[in-house]
T-cell receptor, first 113, second 111 residues
Framework: NAGVTQTPKFQVLKTGQSMTLQCAQDMNHEYMSWYRQDPGMGLRLIHY???????DQGEVPNGYNVSRSTTEDFPLRLLSAAPSQTSVYFC????????????FGSGTRLTVV | QQPVQSPQAVILREGEDAVINCSSS?????VHWYRQKHGEAPVFLMILLKGGEQKGHEKISASFNEKKQQSSLYLTASQLSYSGTYFC????????????FGKGTKLSVKP
């Protein structure tokens, strides 16, 4: 049981490049979310999904796309990277309802130059 | 709407107690609490549900006041291992899938 796996752990992009941050979970969780973390800003929700085929925008969705074709995978796409997207990105998953919290991946540190 | 946490930072000596507050301008259905150590991912501590009981985890417990739309995290007899940043999270629109976090409270426990 690997939990939530994010790849890559580190990435440097040039302004204007595109890339996909990968997130996979093996716990059969329905809920999956992407957050970005910047100093002093806490964790801000980018996009989330409540099940395969269902996604929605969070607090800061501009410049990012997501899709959820399977329960296990929830990739985050940066369409045209900008320096303002330099951040640490966390993927998280949770079962539906009840007393369940989110399990976070180890994060991807992205630098856009 | 992002929940508001207070204080922003607190410094304690080992064995001292601390309280971290989390409040919202909207009705709360549940409140999550997480702890993040430097350079690591956030880790789930507990969830407080509307109408539920106060919960505890080791010497860390929390309460949920629905009328005041706030939750408080109590750290008793703090240990060095309690150092980190604590986040509360609340579902936006009542959906557990749309969890919005506060900006965090940095807790430093000194020997």
């Amino acid at each position: 049981n690997a939990g939530v796996t994010q790849t890559p752990k580190f990435q440097v992009l040039k302004t204007g490049q595109s890339m996909t941050l990968q997130c996979a979970q093996d716990m059969n969780h329905e809920y999956m979310s992407w957050y970005r973390q910047d100093p002093g800003m806490g964790l801000r929700l980018i996009h989330y999904s409540v099940g395969a085929g269902i996604t929605d925008q969070g607090e800061v969705p501009n410049g990012y796309n997501v899709s959820r074709s399977t329960t296990e995978d929830f990739p985050l796409r940066l369409l045209s990277a900008a320096p303002s997207q330099t951040s640490v990105y966390f993927c998280a998953s949770s079962p539906v309802g009840g007393d369940y919290g989110y399990t976070f991946g180890s994060g991807t540190r992205l630098t856009v130059v | 709407q992002q929940p508001v946490q207070s204080p922003q930072a607190v410094i304690l000596r080992e064995g001292e107690d601390a309280v971290i507050n989390c409040s919202s301008s909207k009705a709360l259905y549940s409140v999550h609490w997480y702890r993040q150590k430097h350079g690591e991912a956030p880790v789930f501590l507990m969830i407080l549900l509307k109408g539920g009981e106060q919960k505890g985890h080791e010497k860390i417990s929390a309460s949920f006041n629905e009328k005041k739309q706030q939750s408080s995290l109590y750290l008793t007899a703090s240990q060095l291992s309690y150092s980190g940043t604590y986040f509360c999270g609340t579902p936006s629109g009542g959906s557990q899938g749309n969890l919005i976090f506060g900006k965090g409270t940095k807790l430093s426990v000194k020997p």
